[in-house]
């Protein structure tokens, strides 16, 4: 079975390393899929959830929430590089439910306001918590 290495860094470290089949996550662009033998390219990703099919299992998936980032394809390794990546099993979902209502509250109280740059930075934070919930919840 051909595969491919992808791996997720961070600031704190490598969060993600194994061979995979598969791949497929959102870009700025829409969404891509990822088969081992991909051309070399770079790509910006949305904050979004990441899809990874392992060589180990056809049916193993691993999901990982990432708070946007660049993936570069390269002779099969996929690294993307993002502040932020947390697996499904690793996230807390009563905790990320908590984020989203207060990124909710900063927003009103930035549209209240008319505070476009505080706006923006909670439609980031409502992004990031709803994207932790949906993966958290896989």
Same mark, same amino acid.
């Given at each position: 079975?051909?595969?491919?290495?992808?791996?997720?860094?961070?600031?704190?470290?490598?969060?993600?390393?194994?061979?995979?089949?598969?791949?497929?996550?959102?870009?700025?662009?829409?969404?891509? !899929? =990822? &088969?081992?033998?991909?051309?070399?390219? %770079?790509?910006?990703?949305?904050?979004?959830?990441?899809?990874? #099919?392992? *060589? @180990?299992?056809?049916?193993?998936?691993?999901?990982?929430?990432?708070?946007? !980032? =660049? &993936?570069?394809?390269?002779?099969?390794? %996929?690294?993307?590089?993002?502040?932020?990546?947390?697996?499904? #099993?690793? *996230? @807390?979902?009563?905790?990320?439910?908590?984020?989203?209502?207060?990124?909710?509250?900063?927003?009103?109280?930035?549209?209240?306001?008319?505070?476009?740059?505080?706006?923006?930075?909670?439609?980031?934070?409502?992004?990031?918590?709803?994207?932790?919930?949906?993966?958290?919840?896989?």
């Amino acid at each position: 079975m051909a595969e491919m290495t992808v791996q997720i860094v961070t600031p704190d470290g490598i969060r993600y390393d194994h061979h995979a089949a598969f791949l497929l996550c959102k870009t700025q662009e829409g969404e891509l !899929g =990822i &088969l081992p033998g991909h051309i070399n390219m %770079v790509a910006v990703l949305a904050i979004d959830e990441i899809k990874v #099919r392992r *060589i @180990d299992d056809e049916n193993h998936v691993d999901w990982i929430a990432v708070n946007g !980032g =660049i &993936l570069e394809v390269a002779n099969d390794i %996929v690294t993307i590089i993002s502040d932020s990546a947390e697996r499904a #099993r690793d *996230i @807390d979902v009563s905790r990320a439910e908590r984020a989203k209502l207060r990124a909710e509250r900063a927003m009103e109280e930035a549209q209240k306001a008319q505070n476009i740059d505080m706006e923006r930075r909670a439609t980031v934070a409502l992004q990031r918590a709803i994207n932790r919930i949906r993966v958290g919840n896989k």
